[in-house]
């Protein structure tokens, strides 16, 4: 990125304001991932919309992050300016909701950069707003486990374990990138499918969303959600940095089996190797590069392919420069 338009860019924000040549992998679950030009992690979603207009005033691309739990970032880094929505961002309230019709039911409403396993702490231990400590706000269990922020899980319709956010989601508050407008966007026009959502066909950022749940029993909440862990602590290689499932699930399929069943069980290229315990986990043993991860990609789809005749869809979004 030419270097005159970042300093014009800088100059228009306090000091502080950004980090260059900041090392994506210390951004990413995989821990893979060379440096983006600038980086910043906006406040409000007022500083997100400002940085955005700059970033656009001064040509320089700008892309939005979460956790970054769901991205394998190329080598070369990336281009622009990288805005993390993150713990800057991660407010959340809890407020009872007036049906009319006698049931109880309240709205928790959580800013993007709340992680999903904050938001279902905070619906599970509501117990206070609710004014009765034995129970709790169901139907974000499955969210525990997710290693992501609110506005990733948004962009991607994270689910676990038969819940997706589409199932709770009453409303998306996002920004327009183009017009710097914010936008109410209700469930039903959010476009919510296996892992996609409008927000990828638009370009929005999600800054915030409300959840409808209702009470029920807390003890009966925790034991869902320690039931899921012990499912997710058996069943996934967590020891290891990778992005979660690597590959969308193919209709009528597993991934994991797929590339289990084509031999590629504890497959590796460099340091990426397909995990023994959870073949569709591309893992990082150390040292792996994204060319490294990239490379095995591409051979399993190959072989899966060859083998099944199944087309295996990376989940995981691939950023930045080679
Ligand atoms: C060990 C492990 C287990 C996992 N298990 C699951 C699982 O069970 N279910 C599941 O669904 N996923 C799972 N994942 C994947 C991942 O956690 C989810 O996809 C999560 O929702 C990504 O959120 P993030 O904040 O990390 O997003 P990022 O990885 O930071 O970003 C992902 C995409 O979302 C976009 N994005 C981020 N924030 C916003 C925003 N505010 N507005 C608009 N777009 C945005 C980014 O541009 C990017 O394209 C797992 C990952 C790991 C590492």
Same mark, same amino acid.
């Given at each position: 990125?030419?270097?005159?338009?970042?300093?014009?860019?800088?100059?228009?924000?306090?000091?502080?304001?950004?980090?260059?040549?900041?090392?994506?992998?210390?951004?990413?679950?995989?821990?893979?991932?060379?440096?983006?030009?600038?980086?910043?992690?906006?406040?409000? !979603? &007022?500083?997100?919309?400002? *940085?955005?207009?700059? @970033?656009? %005033?001064?040509?320089?691309?700008?892309? $939005? +992050? =979460?956790?970054?739990?769901?991205?394998?970032?190329?080598?070369?880094?990336?281009?622009?300016?990288?805005?993390?929505?993150?713990?800057?961002?991660?407010?959340?309230?809890?407020?009872?909701?007036?049906?009319?019709?006698?049931?109880?039911?309240?709205?928790?409403? !959580? &800013?993007?950069?709340?992680? *999903?396993?904050?938001? @279902?702490? %905070?619906?599970?231990?509501?117990?206070? $707003? +609710? =004014?009765?400590?034995?129970?709790?706000?169901?139907?974000?269990?499955?969210?525990?486990?997710?290693?992501?922020?609110?506005?990733?899980?948004?962009?991607?319709?994270?689910?676990?374990?038969?819940?997706?956010?589409?199932?709770?989601?009453?409303?998306?508050?996002?920004?327009?990138?183009?017009?710097?407008?914010?936008?109410?966007?209700?469930?039903?026009?959010?476009?919510?499918?296996?892992?996609?959502?409008?927000?990828?066909?638009?370009?929005?950022?999600?800054?915030?969303?409300?959840?409808?749940?209702?009470?029920?029993?807390?003890?009966?909440?925790?034991?869902?959600?320690?039931?899921?862990?012990?499912?997710?602590?058996?069943?996934?290689?967590?020891?290891?940095?990778?992005?979660?499932?690597?590959?969308?699930?193919?209709?009528?399929?597993?991934?994991?089996?797929?590339?289990?069943?084509?031999?590629?069980?504890?497959?590796?290229?460099?340091?990426?190797?397909?995990?023994?315990?959870?073949?569709?986990?591309?893992?990082?043993?150390?040292?792996?590069?994204?060319?490294?991860?990239?490379?095995?990609?591409?051979?399993?789809?190959?072989?899966?392919?060859?083998?099944?005749?199944?087309?295996?869809?990376?989940?995981?979004?691939?950023?930045?420069?080679?």
């Amino acid at each position: 990125m030419e270097h005159e338009r970042i300093a014009k860019l800088k100059q228009q924000f306090p000091e502080g304001t950004f980090l260059e040549n900041e090392p994506m992998s210390a951004h990413t679950s995989f821990r893979i991932g060379g440096p983006a030009d600038l980086y910043a992690e906006p406040g409000s !979603a &007022e500083e997100l919309a400002d *940085l955005i207009a700059a @970033s656009k %005033a001064e040509g320089v691309p700008y892309l $939005v +992050i =979460g956790n970054g739990s769901n991205v394998l970032v190329k080598d070369g880094g990336i281009d622009g300016l990288v805005l993390r929505i993150g713990p800057k961002m991660a407010r959340i309230d809890i407020v009872p909701f007036p049906t009319g019709f006698g049931e109880e039911w309240y709205t928790l409403t !959580a &800013e993007a950069g709340c992680l *999903l396993s904050e938001i @279902s702490a %905070a619906a599970a231990d509501a117990g206070s $707003v +609710i =004014g009765d400590e034995t129970k709790g706000l169901t139907g974000l269990e499955f969210a525990s486990g997710i290693p992501g922020s609110l506005g990733g899980g948004l962009f991607m319709n994270a689910g676990a374990y038969g819940g997706e956010l589409a199932d709770t989601v009453q409303m998306v508050l996002a920004l327009d990138p183009e017009t710097g407008g914010l936008r109410e966007i209700l469930n039903p026009d959010m476009a919510f499918g296996y892992r996609t959502t409008a927000l990828q066909k638009t370009g929005e950022i999600a800054v915030e969303a409300t959840f409808l749940l209702q009470p029920a029993d807390r003890e009966a909440i925790a034991a869902r959600i320690d039931d899921l862990r012990t499912r997710r602590v058996t069943k996934q290689p967590l020891r290891y940095p990778s992005a979660g499932s690597f590959f969308k699930r193919p209709e009528g399929h597993f991934a994991g089996k797929l590339i289990e069943d084509a031999g590629f069980k504890g497959y590796s290229i460099g340091g990426a190797r397909i995990s023994e315990l959870h073949a569709g986990f591309l893992i990082n043993t150390g040292g792996a590069t994204a060319k490294d991860v990239l490379r095995l990609m591409h051979v399993v789809q190959a072989a899966v392919s060859e083998k099944f005749g199944v087309r295996l869809e990376p989940e995981v979004r691939i950023l930045g420069r080679d």
